[in-house]
């Protein structure tokens, strides 16, 4: 009988209609949605409210593009290795490529709940597609470590991509920063003004949070770098896998010790979260000041209208929403944190259903993240800087009463004694409605003798900023500096992330090729099924 007539037997017989591909080819109609691919060992289907309550498929389809990657690898290894037939192993890689290339088309719409999880389904929709040869795919893995590699492939990109974000963002900070080295503006502790500083010393300052950020997030991707599969359920498997060559075509640096360990790690999914909350945490409080800083209390920026929204009933509200969307998205990435963390800590090994839920506040922290880069970024770059004001700001406060206290230093005064001084001079100046600029000689020789007339010169803004010239400090010329290494650390961070995304991987070798010498047809159709276990079936998921 042909392979046809037995696709059409088959369909006959369970009483489905059989499916017509769109180039008119004839598909086998899917399994019934109670025919479970473990279900060999019940006797009943899984209750229709659990299947819901149990399935991952709403949230895991979304690692569908991983999944077939690692599915492709396995099934060229099973080939190399001489556990599949080369011609299934081609089935199989056409099958996924055929079934990737209608995803990207349609999106994912082999959606059927009783498939649990994107593993499985995926695995029905090849099977359905290419026959008995889809089968063999699951040869000598579980979804256990499926799950797993699939999940660090993810982290793994997830990783880069939040670190271009980063970068990106970094890159709009060191342009305005540039283009703001001659605006001065109060710096602040406790939200009380301290001493001025250059607008770009502050958006630098950002911009360093940021690229401490980025280390965090190549760090988590060295954290996933690891190959799991291969450590099938818990145990290993009895088939004679090459890991090694499984690593090189995935391209992962390291292969796990520990097949316990392996399945039951999700340590990289909390150092990803991890780096996505202290992400949040700098973007935070990033917003809260641009959110100060666009009020009309403190009125140094103006937000562009593509980044502010309006009121429904108050027709002159220019709101920062999208500032405080950020400052609000940041507590739901603590939240995801907390969760995986809490789901972990009480799981014994190896594998168990609890750590399906480490999805949701995975893709969750990682969504949050990423639109929030974009959102800050976008803010950034558009916002327009009133000098003026920064500049007018930086004036009062009595932000030069430290050089005004280091002036009695010099000339003589113990510190303590010349803090005490300036102090009663701030007094008199909040009595008479005056800066500390706007002060006369006279006015300051009241309080000492010791004050000259180029006591005047030591208040004056601009000098005050002038002078802070110590490495890292705010003076002109330390700030130019600070900018270019700057600069020069964002290209290297930037280098960094393009050499991990092109990591030299070796060729794959054509499916009828191991890694060693190739074997013949005869010995590839001779081992297609394993010798000790007859065909080739699943390995048990716990």
């Not at 920062?320 to 014994?348: C, H, M, Q, S």
Request: net charge negative; aromatic share 6%.
């Amino acid at each position: 009988m042909t392979e046809q007539k037995q696709r059409d037997s088959s369909a006959a017989e369970s009483g489905a209609e059989p499916v017509v591909a769109a180039d008119g080819a004839v598909l086998p109609a899917a399994e019934p949605a109670n025919a479970s691919l473990w279900g060999g060992r019940f006797q009943a289907g899984t209750d229709t409210q659990m299947q819901t309550f149990g399935a991952s498929l709403p949230t895991d389809q979304k690692l569908w593009r991983e999944d077939i990657q690692g599915s492709k690898a396995h099934a060229r290894m099973l080939g190399q290795q001489g556990i599949l037939a080369s011609e299934d192993v081609r089935a199989i890689l056409q099958g996924f490529d055929d079934i990737a290339a209608d995803i990207a088309e349609q999106g994912y719409h082999f959606y059927d709940i009783a498939d649990e999880d994107v593993h499985m389904s995926l695995e029905r929709e090849l099977t359905r597609r290419i026959g008995a040869a889809g089968k063999g795919l699951h040869t000598g893995r579980s979804r256990n470590d499926q799950v797993a590699t699939d999940t660090r492939l993810f982290c793994k990109r997830q990783a880069l991509l939040l670190a271009t974000r980063a970068a990106d963002l970094r890159q709009s900070l060191l342009e305005r920063a540039e283009a703001a080295q001659s605006v001065i503006m109060p710096g602040y502790t406790h939200l009380q003004k301290a001493q001025p500083v250059l607008l770009a010393h502050h958006l630098l300052a950002w911009q360093w949070m940021l690229a401490r950020d980025h280390r965090r997030l190549l760090a988590a991707w060295q954290s996933a770098d690891v190959l799991v599969l291969g450590s099938a359920a818990l145990a290993g498997t009895s088939y004679p896998l090459d890991r090694q060559g499984v690593a090189d075509e995935l391209g992962f640096g390291r292969i796990s010790p520990n097949s316990l360990d392996a399945v039951s790690d999700r340590d990289f999914v909390c150092d990803l979260i991890y780096a996505c909350a202290l992400v949040l945490c700098h973007l935070s409080r990033i917003s809260e000041e641009l959110i100060l800083w666009s009020s009309d209390e403190f009125g140094f920026i103006t937000l562009s209208d593509a980044w502010s929204t309006g009121s429904s009933i108050m027709p002159q509200k220019k709101n920062p929403d999208f500032a405080e969307l950020v400052r609000g998205k940041t507590g739901r990435v603590y939240g995801d944190l907390i969760t995986v963390l809490v789901l972990l800590k009480g799981l014994p090994l190896a594998y168990n259903k609890d750590l399906q839920e480490d999805k949701p506040a995975l893709l969750d922290a990682l969504a949050a993240t990423e639109g929030c880069l974009q959102a800050v970024q976008g803010m950034i770059a558009t916002m327009t800087v009133n000098a003026e004001a920064m500049r007018a700001a930086a004036a009062g406060g009595f932000t030069a009463a430290t050089d005004l206290a280091d002036y009695l230093v010099a000339h003589g005064m113990a510190f303590r004694d010349a803090h005490a001084v300036v102090g009663r001079v701030v007094l008199h100046a909040e009595a008479a409605g005056k800066t500390l600029e706007q002060l006369s000689l006279e006015e300051l020789r009241g309080f000492s003798e010791l004050f000259d007339p180029d006591a005047l010169q030591a208040v004056d803004i601009a000098a005050v900023v002038g002078r802070r010239t110590t490495v890292g400090g705010t003076a002109p010329e330390r700030v130019s500096e600070q900018l270019q290494e700057a600069k020069r650390q964002l290209q290297a961070d930037r280098e960094e992330i393009a050499a991990a995304q092109h990591r030299p991987q070796p060729h794959a070798s054509p499916p009828s090729q191991p890694h060693a010498s190739p074997p013949s047809q005869a010995e590839l159709d001779q081992t297609a099924q394993h010798p000790e276990s007859g065909p080739a079936l699943e390995e048990p998921t716990c």
